[in-house]
Nanobody, 119 residues
Framework: VQLVESGGGLVQPGGSLRLSCTASGRISSINAMGWYRQAPGKERELIASRTNGGSTKYADALKGRFTISRDNAKGTVYLQMNNLQPEDTAVYYC??????????????WGQGTLVSVSA
């Protein structure tokens, strides 16, 4: 089982980025998918998560600027980030709770994608 992220990069303050994360492998189903980030010298923090039923949770400080969405058929989760600021600079990680026929329930992490916000 693998999560592959894309969409990170360098953006100017006030700009937008859209991250994508797709799950692959011998997956029977995917429960929650979410996004986390880790800034230099800080702990990893939850940005948002979304269940396969559509229930969504956001970090209070990021609600309104960041939007999570999912395409269940594609096993993909997205993170739309607007009005990015330098303090949003971090490595962004995708996470998913998947069900496999062999291991049962697994929590899987992507490799991370760097988002840098700078003028």
């Amino acid at each position: 089982v693998q999560l592959v992220e894309s969409g990170g990069g360098l953006v100017q303050p006030g700009g937008s980025l859209r991250l994508s994360c797709t799950a692959s492998g011998r997956i029977s189903s995917i429960n929650a998918m979410g996004w986390y980030r880790q800034a230099p010298g800080k702990e990893r923090e939850l940005i948002a998560s979304r269940t396969n039923g559509g229930s969504t949770k956001y970090a209070d400080a990021l609600k309104g600027r960041f939007t999570i969405s999912r395409d269940n058929a594609k096993g993909t989760v997205y993170l739309q980030m607007n009005n990015l600021q330098p303090e949003d600079t971090a490595v962004y990680y995708c996470s998913a709770v998947v069900i496999t026929s062999i291991e049962g329930s697994l929590e899987v992490w992507g490799q991370g994608t760097l988002v840098s916000v700078s003028a």
